[in-house]
């Protein structure tokens, strides 16, 4: 299921090959720094860029050996450089190599995911601006509130995702830096200027500070800004999943010629898509718990984060990626019942405009405790009895004594509600 949304651009970004590719292109930006800085000659860099390459099976061969990949890595490369391969990984340590590929994959991948959050947000814009006028209700607790349009509730998500993108964005811009400092981050072997070219060639900044490894509350960062987004994305998909069932049946998710909802029941339509993001977004969330416990790392390092994030890395943002491309569709496939929005609101004769009768009556003089208990009094009764707030209303001698027919029935002109709209629009630029 996964496939036929995710995209191949993301999951590339963590494969074996693209893993050591990331490798490479730090190793080499490495040797770039030190021609620049004097300390290799061009013919040696031209010699080590041209014959610089590996092979997966061959470093899976070495791993098998010497039980570390970085070590692999560059047994691998130095065996096709021969001679010159001296000049590769000098005064540097593995983190040096890995933290840095490790931005380069965040990096690539965060464009990808910023990407998908325009995308988005435009889909909503432009179901926003349908909908701005479609009547429905306004909920609190699950139970009717007020009315409002299926396009004010499509503005709070397009607010949303708009949030969402600048911490996303924010946490993105904070992972992007590497470091070129050596065992325990002091520059033992090799001049701090040579982290700044590296880092300036590959786009990224240096890291203020580096022990053996970049601090790993950036990464958390990196990661819980993610699960921010599935939890948004959940939000979204709950509502839909509300707006489903046969009871409420205001929104469906788009359903195709020949799709099937139960092996059993030829009726059902189900809300596959929303369930399926739901679920996600648990693993998502679980995610961000495991990025905040590899803060915490023994003296200048230890590896207890590594096996952590070879997993929470490219699951986290493969699974954002597809949870923002598969929840755009929705959107953009979304079948709307505005006739059944428009009924569901008018409910029980309108008890949902119970306030407005609340407060028409506090005008002509009634205490609010006491026009409470009136208004409640028929609403309830509506309620309880599948009967009509505004025929109570119009019946009732207490209220007459105070409104008018005319005066009762303007409290039910659903415009009223919807007249601050366009001010709300306008924040969106809508």
């Known amino acids: 299921m996964i496939d036929r949304y995710s995209r191949d651009e993301m999951k590339k970004i963590w494969d074996l090959n693209s893993k050591f590719q990331y490798y490479l292109n730090v190793e080499l930006a490495v040797c770039k720094a030190y021609n620049e800085l004097g300390v290799i000659s061009n013919g040696v860099l031209e010699d080590i860029t041209k ?26 490369v130095n065996e096709n450089v021969g001679e010159n391969s001296r000049y590769i990984h000098m005064g540097l340590t593995s983190s040096d190599v890995i933290d840095t590929a490790l931005a380069l994959q965040m990096k690539d991948s965060g464009n990808i995911i910023l990407k998908d959050l325009d995308e988005i947000i435009c889909t909503v814009r432009e179901k926003a601006k349908e909908h701005k006028n479609t009547v429905c209700i306004g909920r609190s607790h699950g139970i009717h509130a007020e009315p409002m349009t299926f396009g004010v509730k499509l503005c709070g998500w397009i607010d949303l995702f708009e ?56 990464h958390a960062r990196f990661i819980q ?36 909802g139960s092996s059993a029941m030829p009726h059902k339509k189900n809300p596959i898509s929303g369930e399926n993001l739901t679920g996600l977004a648990r693993i998502v969330r679980s995610n961000s718990i495991s990025a905040l416990e590899n803060i915490a790392l023994w003296h200048e390092r230890d590896i207890s984060h590594s096996s ?35 009924k ?12 407005k009768v609340l407060l028409k009556l506090c005008e002509k003089g009634l205490s609010r405790e ?26 009732d001698k207490e209220i007459n004594l105070k409104l008018t027919e005319a005066e009762i029935k303007s409290c039910f002109d659903i415009e009223d509600y919807l007249r601050n709209v366009d001010d709300i629009y306008l924040r969106f630029n809508l």
């Open 163 to 218: 949030r969402a993108k600048r911490s996303f964005k924010f946490a993105l811009d904070e992972a992007l830096v590497g470091q070129i400092s050596g065992p325990v981050g002091t520059y033992s072997n090799i001049n701090p200027e040579i982290e700044k070219l590296v880092c300036k060639y590959l786009g990224l900044k240096p890291a203020k500070f580096s022990t053996q490894i970049i601090a790993r509350d950036i």
């Open 308 to 342: 952590v994030e070879r997993i929470i890395f490219p699951d986290t943002t493969i699974l954002i990626d597809y949870m923002l491309s598969r929840l755009n569709n929705v959107i953009k496939n979304l079948v709307v019942h505005k006739d059944t929005m428009l």
């Open 370 to 395: 006491d026009a409470y208990k009136l208004v409640q009094k028929n609403a309830l009764n509506a309620f309880n009895n599948d009967g009509s707030f505004i025929d109570n209303l119009l019946n």
């Open 51 to 76: 014959n610089a390459s590996f092979s997966v099976d061959r470093i899976a061969e070495i791993e098998k050996e010497v039980r570390h990949d970085v070590i692999a890595f560059l047994t691998n």
């Open 344 to 355: 569901n609101t008018n409910k029980f004769g309108g008890i949902v405009f119970s306030q």
């Open 225 to 260: 800004s993610l699960a921010v987004i599935g939890s948004v994305i959940e939000q979204i998909a709950v509502e839909l999943r509300h707006l489903q069932r046969t009871e409420v049946s205001e929104v469906e998710e788009g359903f195709s010629a020949g799709q099937k």
